[in-house]
């Protein structure tokens, strides 16, 4: 069964940075397509980052140059370094893969796999 495990969450000042991690099981990493979203409250799921197997990756524009999206195959991990925050990076982050991977495209990405891990940002 496929698996996806967040962690790496906490409550951090403006400015600080935080290093999210999920961890997978289930599916060859390797050759996945990975992606990081997020949820703020009575906000939409939104994607965030992307990493494909070759490495190349994506960011939406409010995170470029704060965010990187990077993996590790031996540990079947892929993280989220976040730097810089601030208020607006408020929300739980999710990871997900590609559907060759997974064989499904949820409608809501946020929540499918996992629980998530919450990231609070204050003054």
């Known amino acids: 069964a496929v698996q996806l495990l967040e962690s790496g969450g906490g409550s951090v000042q403006v400015g600080g940075p935080l290093r999210l991690s999920c961890t997978v099981s289930?599916?060859?990493?390797?050759?996945?397509?990975m992606d990081w979203y997020r949820q703020a409250p009575a906000n939409e799921c939104e994607l965030v980052a992307s990493?494909?197997?070759?490495?190349?990756?994506d960011y939406r524009p409010s995170v470029k140059g704060r965010f990187r999206i990077y993996r590790d195959n031996p540990r079947n991990t892929v993280y989220l370094q976040l730097s810089r925050l601030n208020a607006a990076d408020t929300a739980v982050y999710y990871c997900?893969?590609?559907?060759?991977?997974?064989?499904?495209?949820?409608?809501?990405?946020?929540?499918?796999w996992g629980q998530g891990t919450r990231v609070t940002v204050s003054a």
């Open positions: 990493v494909e197997a070759d490495g190349n990756n």
């Open positions: 289930g599916f060859i990493f390797e050759d996945a397509w």
């Open positions: 997900g893969a590609g559907r060759d991977s997974t064989g499904v495209v949820p409608d809501n990405p946020c929540g499918y």
